[in-house]
């Protein structure tokens, strides 16, 4: 009998609590429903307080805005992030509540360091790939051609930073980077000359054959004044090239020397001169 009224007091306490949460919850639903707590402002910041340059506050907003749902309580701040970053130039959006009406957005924007591949992508400086107006992307400066195998993008951004400052003893700068699909490298420089690096054997590899051709390149730019088209750096101890005004000697001892340049037909094809076994 004990047993029983004591179970019967501990149902009634449940019974009691359950509609006490129940009764608490209704009257936080209908404050939350108050009219006070309708979003009024949406404001949108860039991150670190950096200026955007892409992205207009105004327009970003408006186009934003009337996706939202809810109110200051209700409204799916991570729905919200997701909104904002599916807008172009966006990278990265963070979303927080500001009491009691207002979300307040910080957007963070690429930076476009050149195009991916062929369907028009723009790779940023952090080495995300996004999609954009490439003519807006050209307006900061002329944009390098960078392509490689999916998944390769950061290698490929690494790789071309570090080309850039190695070929600035000479003046070069690189306008094109292709990685191949067997992780073959080459590079275009903005003399129109190709430079055919190879796969990288080590970490140096790249490096010890771009300081190689740098340091010999002025002595063949002094004596290919017409302009080299392709060099070959894929060699242990030398490297081979073609030019259109590179003519062979007929005794192979003596020095090549470059010849006046002539008018060339569409179908003929440059002279190679090749400089010890490739690796």
């Known amino acids: 009998m004990w047993h029983d009224v004591r179970a019967l007091n501990a149902s009634a306490s449940g019974l009691m609590a359950a509609v006490v949460i129940a009764c608490l919850a209704s ?31 105004l327009t970003l907003r408006a186009g934003v805005v009337g996706r939202i749902k809810g109110n200051f309580f209700t409204t799916n ?14 990278r990265r959006a963070e979303v927080r509540r500001e009491w009691p009406d207002q979300l307040i957005v910080e957007v963070e924007e690429h930076e476009a360091l050149g195009t991916w591949g062929e369907d028009g992508r723009l790779l ?4 995300d790939v996004f999609t954009a107006n490439l003519a807006e992307a050209d307006e900061d400066h002329p944009l390098p051609a960078l392509d490689g195998p ?31 699909s067997r992780y073959a490298w080459t ?29 010999i390149y002025p002595q063949l730019a002094s004596r290919l004044q017409d302009g080299i088209d392709t060099i070959d750096m894929r060699y242990q ?24 340049r002539k008018a060339v037909k569409p179908n003929s094809r440059s002279t190679s001169s090749k400089i010890k076994q490739r690796q």
């Open 150 to 180: 999916e998944g390769s993008e950061k290698e490929v951004l690494a790789r071309f930073l570090e080309l850039r400052a190695l070929f600035l003893p000479v003046a070069l700068v690189p306008e094109k980077l292709d990685l191949s």
């Open 77 to 90: 701040l991570e729905q919200v992030r997701t909104a904002f970053e599916a807008v172009p130039w966006v």
């Open 237 to 260: 101890n030398g490297l081979a090239l073609s030019a259109a005004a590179l003519v062979l000697p007929s005794d192979p001892h003596k020095p090549v020397k470059a010849a006046v």
């Open 27 to 57: 009257a936080v639903w209908w404050l939350s429903q108050l009219p006070m707590f309708t979003l009024r402002t949406v404001r949108v910041d860039s991150v670190y307080g950096m200026e955007l340059k892409h992205v207009n506050k």
């Open 124 to 127: 940023s400086l952090k080495g």
């Open 187 to 215: 590079v275009k420089l903005d003399n129109g000359m190709s430079v055919a690096l190879g796969r990288e054997q080590d970490k140096t590899t790249l490096k010890k054959r771009v300081q190689r051709l740098v340091g």
